[in-house]
């Protein structure tokens, strides 16, 4: 299994834990809709309302057709195809986190507007130019093939049509503290400065329309998490439901690479030129 399906891949059974969790939580799981599953599958910083922000950069209607490139647990594939009516195809690289992904779309009732692909978003099989726009979140810190990513981008959205980059980059005080919630050290962890991304993404062919850093809203969204959770306890399901017991220090690392400029949080947003 590829490194960085392994990082994300736990023993098995994460459908059954996160159902199990679900009912154990008294959840009625015929209710359930997208925002609930939020704090487990939403996998990034600033979770649902960062998703939020993308849908209104990627500028799509109820007509248009989006690409999730990593779409992981596939929380914001569903969060933009529930909020604009479109349909997503999410492609991702770990098995069990597509059949998760199409598991929770089952028991949201979104499975017509989403589906999940395994693959690599670096070489997709998806065609050419037919999506209205395409989204990545928090995934190029796993790929060392960058121009890969931001080339197969390029070819999946049609001319006129809107990408979405948001990541964790490199920030300018140091060296990031590991583990991290995509990976245990740097075999597996490849992020570009910020100074980088200005340059990749035009040479993949887009004009930036937007760059808006968000570091300041993730240290304090870590931060609330970390209060809430010491507070009121967990929710029923959470990233530790897959990254088990590492999460908390993992977690606690995130606040210091953020408080410390290790790491930022920035979003792009992109076109294709028609
Ligand atoms: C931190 S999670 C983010 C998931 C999702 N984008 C989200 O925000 O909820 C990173 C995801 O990237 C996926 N990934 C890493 N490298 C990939 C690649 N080369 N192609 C496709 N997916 C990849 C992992 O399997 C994982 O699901």
């Not at 779409?71 to 997503?88: I, Q």
């Not at 995934?139 to 809107?162: H, Q, S, T, W």
Request: contains cysteine; negative net charge.
């Amino acid at each position: 299994m590829d490194p960085v399906s392994r990082f994300y891949s736990g023993p098995g059974g994460l459908v059954a834990a996160i159902g199990s969790a679900l009912d154990a939580s008294g959840a009625d799981r015929s209710a359930l809709r997208p925002a609930d599953l939020a704090p487990v599958d939403e996998f990034h910083i600033r979770g649902r309302s960062a998703t939020l922000e993308i849908v209104e950069a990627l500028a799509v209607d109820a007509g248009s057709q989006v690409v999730d490139l990593g779409s992981g647990l596939g929380g914001p594939a569903r969060t933009v195809a529930e909020v604009v009516g479109c349909t997503v195809t999410g492609v991702d690289l770990t098995p069990e986190f597509c059949e998760v992904a199409t598991a929770l779309s089952d028991w949201t009732g979104m499975s017509d507007l989403t589906r999940f692909h395994v693959g690599d978003a670096t070489a997709t099989h998806l065609p050419d130019a037919a999506a209205d726009a395409a989204l990545t979140i928090h995934v190029a810190m796993n790929i060392a093939d960058k121009e890969a990513l931001y080339a197969e981008a390029f070819r999946v959205v049609r001319p006129g049509g809107r990408f979405v980059v948001y990541d964790v980059l490199q920030g300018e005080g140091g060296e990031v503290r590991y583990p991290v919630p995509w990976a245990h050290d740097t075999s597996t962890s490849f992020l570009a400065t910020p100074q980088e991304m200005r340059a990749l993404l035009p040479a993949a062919g887009f004009e930036v329309v937007s760059e808006t850093d968000s570091s300041d809203e993730s240290l304090r969204w870590f931060q609330e998490l970390r209060a809430r959770s010491q507070q009121q306890g967990p929710p029923p399901v959470t990233f530790a439901t897959f990254l088990g017991d590492s999460f908390a220090q993992m977690a606690a690392n995130q606040v210091t690479n953020l408080a410390e400029r290790r790491i930022r949080t920035v979003m792009f947003a992109c076109v294709r030129p028609s």
